[in-house]
């Protein structure tokens, strides 16, 4: 069953099929060009460890040095590698077919004032090949069974779940948790997943409807960055489809709030699951209403992941903090707790000593309940509020800084 695609339905699906091609487009063009620098580099490295030996082949021809190393066959190995993984990146990430949304959103974003463009979310570029080859490996490689126990706590919740739940998936990537929930459900579910990245929402189109299947070199794109084994640089690794995802029912590409805070996307789902997702949001406040909004009442919303937060979140709870903030947002604590456990960030080593740096992280899990009606929450209005005044305090903020620094400048 092919997966439906859906764009933003604040713009036309012409309008979204030209932005999403074009963020396409600049994410293979960077990713040409960093191959570029790289092999630029790799022949200039050579060079010049080359002729800084010159001096010691006087002394001792018959040793082995850097340039040797290198070599014309290891230099190009990697050349073939960097350049194999361009052609790939060219076939991956072209633009899924869109369905238009205009039916089921017939009420636009733009009738709610300051919310008539979608806000940035303060995460890091997922359109970037790296991250790309990265989830590919980690999720549908011949390596990515060893990532698994990632999802051992939302499988551990579904015994729980209503019969043929409704779930949403936001930062869903490349759909893996939805295949996994799904195989484990049986398929008796219909789940919906929401991506921002352009580049991760068409290598899912090629993964879960078109059979994509080949081959990647994942490791040479880090060439001389904390190796341990220079020979992993030019490793294969096979990726793969997934045989069955019949409970993954559509994709919808585009900011989560600005999406699933809408009333149109009110009391939708009985299940949220949120894996490495709730740090990358800016406004912890704005994931919440956005949340209790898709939510319908007595809906759960499951978590997993850190809080590493990245450098544009604008609120940053640690996780009492954040406890303190959900039940005061109108949810019930069900499950709270950090497990200890610690597990590999994003790299998939089968022997673990392939990096001198290694990212690790304790995920924090918890599940809760909506407890409030749908009919007591405007979440778009409350978003839309916050952020007015927020803007207007930055504004004031930003006239005061100004009379303070003329002051000075004066005093001066």
């Known amino acids: 069953m092919m997966i439906p695609f859906f764009a ?5 699906p012409e309008e979204n099929t030209i932005s999403l091609s074009y963020s396409l487009k600049r994410a293979k063009s960077d990713y040409s060009n960093s191959v570029d620098d790289a092999l630029m580099q790799l022949a200039s490295t050579i060079k010049f460890s080359a002729a800084y030996e010159a001096s010691f082949r006087e002394n001792n021809s018959s040793a082995l040095y850097y340039s040797d190393i290198l070599g014309n066959e290891r230099e190009q190995a990697i050349r073939n590698a960097l350049l194999h993984n361009v052609r790939v990146l060219d076939s991956l990430l072209l633009p899924p077919p869109l369905v238009s949304c205009v039916a089921e959103h017939a009420s636009s974003a733009e009738s709610v004032p ?5 806000p940035a979310t303060g995460a890091s570029n997922y359109d970037d090949a790296l991250n790309i080859f990265t989830h590919l490996v980690r999720d549908y490689s011949s390596e990515s069974d060893q990532a698994h126990n990632r999802y ?3 499988l551990s919740q579904l015994p729980s779940f209503p019969p043929n739940p409704r779930i949403l998936i936001p930062g869903a990537g490349m759909g893996k948790l939805g295949v996994v929930v799904a195989k484990e459900l049986r398929n008796k579910c219909s789940i919906e997943l929401n991506e921002l990245s352009s580049g991760m929402a068409a290598a899912a189109n090629q993964i879960l409807n078109l ?4 081959q990647i070199f994942p490791f040479v794109n880090e060439v001389f960055a904390n190796e341990v084994d220079s020979r992993r640089r030019v490793e294969e690794v096979e990726i793969s489809s997934p045989h069955h995802h019949n409970g993954i029912s559509s994709y919808q590409i585009g900011d989560f709030v600005s999406i699933y805070a809408h009333p149109m996307k009110s009391n939708k789902f009985d299940i949220v699951l949120t894996h490495f997702f709730i740090d990358v949001i800016e406004n912890m406040y704005e994931l919440m209403l956005a949340v209790r909004n898709t939510l319908k009442t007595g809906g759960v919303w499951v978590n997993s992941g850190p809080l590493h937060y990245h450098k ?3 609120i940053r709870p640690s996780v009492d903090e954040l406890q303190i903030l959900l039940v005061s947002m109108g949810f019930e604590i069900v499950h709270y707790e950090v497990n200890r456990e610690s597990n590999e960030l994003y790299r998939i080593e089968s022997d673990g000593t392939s990096y001198t ?3 690790v992280y304790s995920s924090l899990e918890f599940k809760v309940m909506n407890n409030l009606k749908t009919e007591q929450l405007d979440a778009y209005r409350m978003i839309t509020e916050g952020r007015i005044k927020a803007n207007q305090l930055a504004e004031a903020a930003s006239k005061t800084d100004l009379v303070k620094s003329s002051v000075v400048i004066e005093e001066l």
């Not at 933003?8 to 036309?12: G, I, Q, V, Y």
């Open 357 to 359: 740096k290694h990212e």
């Open 8 to 12: 933003p339905f604040t713009k036309s």
């Open 312 to 314: 544009a979140c604008k």
């Open 152 to 154: 051992n706590f939302f």
């Open 211 to 214: 059979n994509f299947s080949g």
């Open 114 to 118: 300051g919310l008539d463009s979608p």
